[in-house]
């Protein structure tokens, strides 16, 4: 018989807090339910294919796992890998040592983003898929692509246990606990006009508790966005 995870009635956790705890466990096991690889691969085949069709792009997986979509950005150009967990690292390594254009990066992402930045470095596509919020990438991450896609995994905040950070968290960069997905979109796309990027959603996938968006990211003059002229 399997065994179970919790037992309901011997904690005093409600549900919703129990099912928080599965999906930590799955996490900490790497569990591809939680990463929903045939979706994600369908939408970036779709949009790399209609929106880019180049065979020679240059790709960042900021949270690359143990590969599932590395293998499949690998057909569509270089790519680099970042993953920081030891284990998935090595994996991830195993997993794609015969694409010949990806490249891993065992580092932490939240801080590499700023040394790529620091480096001047320019990507066709860059791809988030953390586990959380992916909030403290914006709006500096749009300095990576002058022209591109951004693939960006967004949890839903209403599914989420809300405790007091993950709330302040949120109002920090929405300006209330509880975004709907139209006014998280909103604000991705002012976000890229911090740095003089038109940022336009071209999909949205539906992956139960998240959401996988796509951008449409360029960059343009302020004068011609804005419609002022220097003098
Ligand atoms: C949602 S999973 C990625 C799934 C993968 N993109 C896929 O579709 O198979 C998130 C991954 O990010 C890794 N990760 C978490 N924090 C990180 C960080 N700060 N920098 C780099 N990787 C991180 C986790 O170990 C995990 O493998």
Redesign the pocket.
């Known amino acids: 018989m399997q065994q179970k995870l919790f037992n309901v009635e011997e904690t005093k956790k409600t549900y919703r807090a129990l099912r928080h705890d599965v999906v930590r466990k799955k996490q900490l096991d ?1 569990c ?1 339910t ?2 929903h ?1 045939d979706q ?1 691969i369908k939408q970036i085949k779709n949009v790399l294919s209609e929106i880019c069709g180049w065979g020679d792009l240059s790709i960042l ?9 590395t293998k499949i950005y690998a057909e569509y150009g270089e790519v680099l890998a ?4 030891g284990k ?1 690292f090595d994996k991830l390594t195993e997993n794609i040592k015969e694409c010949a254009l990806v490249h891993c990066n065992k ?4 801080l590499d983003f700023h040394e790529l930045i620091s480096i001047k470095q320019k990507f066709d596509v860059v ?1 988030l ?3 959380g919020f992916p909030n403290r990438f914006f709006p500096d991450v749009f300095l990576l692509i002058d022209k591109g896609i951004m693939f960006v ?1 967004m949890p839903k905040p209403y599914v989420n246990i809300m405790n007091g950070i993950t709330r302040a968290h949120l109002i920090s960069y929405y300006g209330e606990h509880n975004p709907s997905k139209e006014k998280i979109i909103e604000k991705i796309a002012t976000w890229g006009i911090c740095h003089w990027r038109k940022v336009e959603l071209i999909d949205c996938v539906d992956c139960k508790s998240v959401w996988r968006f796509a951008f449409k990211v360029e960059k343009v003059k302020a004068t011609e966005y804005t419609g002022v002229k220097n003098k």
Do not use: I, M, R
């Open positions: 790497y591809n939680l990463h690889p994600k997986e900021l949270f690359a796992g143990q590969g599932n979509l970042n993953e920081y967990k998935v580092v932490d992402s939240f791809d898929d953390p586990y995994t």
